[in-house]
């Protein structure tokens, strides 16, 4: 997800100074960093140190030229400049083609219908990615991992993910995708100056979270709104929401008999508390919130409690970021906490005609150093992402001085929180992203009042069922 967008209705910043120019990453980055081209030098040299240790030929592709279709991302911005370093050990060329990231899905999907493979690979989603693997647009990573022509498995360091969120991309037992960056969704991050002001406690529960955002939104003493979160009607908005369904006991589908689920008891019960929260206590705009708005309205200390990932630091302004304390995702009415995910990743495409100098890339592109590189600001102005990697990357000196123990909690919880088998969203089908764009509307309605969670819920249930019959057999049985 790129950095852009503005916002409304949150109020101003109050004693915050708001973001001082320095662009993506004000809450790690700063003047006392050195240049991006010392820094590019450095990292560069450390990731080939790192990729000489494996025990395969990157030279055996030498000659190559890769194009990768690549999203407006901090993880796009940090590796285009280490190429060259890439180049270096491999003598394979690789250019990116970068696009924002609707422009992107147009062109790949032009691109892989048409099999013309102008992407080599390409930035790969994880809610549309069964959808990739049913048409048959990506190649079985499972066969390049067991090949140790190209892969030293011991070096890949495949235990540094979490299990989640590499079976998030296996389908049938094929893995299309290396993750470079995951995000828990529905974690919570306030702001301590204004909670010390008025006197709130830390929520504890969903409804301890809803109460502290009313005390916040009806203050005089404090000029923020209570809270935000991703409410629009786009789809990938229905993701923090899910995180509140699913802990409240709710599914979206039958699986076996598939037919809707999201309009049952506790379906609606989380919407409603949802609704009430945004729409009662969260900015005049809050339909329109999607994942950049929803950064910076608390990142820029317009908003006192964002219901979010702790992904979005990186938007956040330097004074914003410190006084910010992130809680993983809260418990439901039975004290359940499932949490919903996204994913980035980098997958191969199926009519490339070097698929293996690919592979390489991708393992060059997501090892150690260079996830390292992405969680912690080297140079002015540098973005970062949340990570995938963890187990390694949390025992780093440099990873643990850019990030706040909260943070760090925050995102490992929730990721320890996303279930598997099955996803907390119906991500294992190729029919997902058609079933949440329905459920995202039905938020948006019950957010913005045009409707009732409970109507907006029973309106949405005909269509999502007619979607899910069509979910091949094979997806729903693995």
């Given amino acids: 997800m790129g950095i852009a967008g503005c916002l409304g209705g949150g109020g101003d910043s109050g004693n915050l100074n708001v973001d001082d120019g320095s662009g993506n990453n004000s809450s790690s980055g700063g003047s006392d960093l050195p240049s991006k081209s010392e820094a590019v030098g450095e990292w560069g040299t450390r990731i080939n140190e790192h990729a000489r240790e494996a025990g395969i030929d990157w030279g055996q592709f030498e000659g190559t030229s890769l194009t990768f279709g690549m999203n407006v991302h901090p993880f796009t911005e940090v590796t285009k400049p280490l190429l060259p370093y890439f180049k270096e050990l491999t003598g394979i060329d690789v250019t990116f083609n970068t696009y924002p990231e609707d422009q992107l899905w147009q062109k790949l999907t032009l691109d892989l219908n048409s099999k013309n493979g102008k992407y080599d690979g390409f930035f790969l989603g994880l809610w549309p990615s069964a959808r990739y693997h049913n048409a048959g647009w990506v190649r079985n990573l499972t066969r390049y991992i067991d090949d140790s ?109 598939r037919k809707a689920m999201l309009n049952s008891e506790q379906g609606i019960a989380s919407l409603e508390l949802f609704a009430e929260m945004m729409g009662e206590y969260g900015p005049s705009d809050i339909g329109t919130f999607d994942w950049y708005k929803a950064n910076q309205a608390f990142g820029n200390g317009q908003v006192g409690i964002a219901y979010h990932t702790p992904s979005a630091v990186g938007t956040f302004t330097r004074q914003q970021y410190r006084r910010t304390k992130w809680l993983p995702p809260l418990p439901g009415p039975d004290g359940d906490v499932v949490a919903d995910t ?7 495409s199926q009519y490339s005609e070097n698929p293996k100098a690919a592979w390489l890339f991708l393992q060059w592109a997501t090892s150690r150093p260079a996830i390292l590189l992405q969680n912690t600001a080297q140079w002015q102005d540098q973005p970062t992402y949340g990570p995938a990697r963890s187990n390694w990357l949390f025992e780093q000196k440099g990873f643990n001085e850019s990030n706040k123990e909260s943070w760090r909690t925050a995102h490992s919880e929730g990721m320890d929180a996303v279930p598997s088998s099955p996803p907390p969203v119906p991500l294992d089908t190729p029919q997902n992203m058609d079933i949440m764009s329905r459920a995202a509307i039905a938020m948006n309605a019950a957010v913005t009042g045009t409707k009732s969670a409970e109507r907006a819920l029973d309106d949405a249930a005909p269509d999502i069922t007619k979607i899910a019959e069509k979910i091949p057999d094979a997806y729903i049985s693995q």
């Fill in 149 to 257: 022509s190209i892969t030293d498995k011991s070096w890949l360091h495949l235990e540094d993910y979490p299990e989640s969120a590499l079976k998030a991309f296996t389908y049938q037992g094929e893995q299309i995708a290396m993750p470079f960056g995951v995000e828990a969704y529905g974690c919570v991050a306030y702001d301590e100056p204004t909670f010390e002001k008025l006197g709130i406690g830390e929520p504890t529960t969903l409804t301890e979270l809803r109460d502290a955002a009313k005390t916040i939104h009806e203050s005089e003493e404090v000029n923020r709104s209570g809270i935000c979160s991703r409410a629009s009607s786009t789809t990938l908005s229905s993701a923090n929401w899910a995180t509140m369904f699913k802990s409240f006991g709710a599914n979206w589908i039958d699986r076996d008999n």
């Fill in 342 to 348: 996204w994913e980035w990743a980098l997958g191969v």
